[in-house]
């Protein structure tokens, strides 16, 4: 099981920072150019350049890689072969969507610099 049972820990993880590190490499400026050039550009400011729709969506993407365990459905027995609970992933999920709502709802949701 990881070590994270919150959005702000997942966030902060290693899991986490190794993923977006990949995720926000070289390959982002064939992937989405557009991004990996604004990113470059606030670099420079030491400001990350990632809009916090993105970012919420970098979130979402790690969370649905990880592997969840199901208790009404999976073993108990193989608990130790899933990353997550599912209670972990609906708490997580659920504070995504409220950090989303939040930025959409104060019009922040494509600022940069987060």
């Not at 993923?19 to 064939?30: C, H, R, T």
């Not at 790690?62 to 992933?89: A, G, K, Q, R, W």
């Amino acid at each position: 099981m990881k070590d994270f049972n919150t959005l702000s820990e997942m966030y902060n993880s290693r899991e986490y920072q190794d993923f977006i590190s990949e995720k926000l490499g070289n390959d982002l400026f064939l992937s989405n150019p557009e991004r990996a050039e604004r990113i470059a550009e606030y670099a420079e400011d030491g400001i990350n350049g990632s809009t916090h729709n993105e970012t919420i969506e970098d979130w979402r993407e790690f969370l649905e890689s990880l592997n969840t365990f199901d208790s009404e459905y999976d073993n108990p027995e193989d608990i130790v072969n899933y990353d997550i609970t599912m209670d972990t992933y609906n708490i997580i999920n659920e504070q995504i969507n409220q950090s989303e709502q939040w930025h959409i709802n104060n019009g922040s949701i494509n600022d940069t610099g987060c």
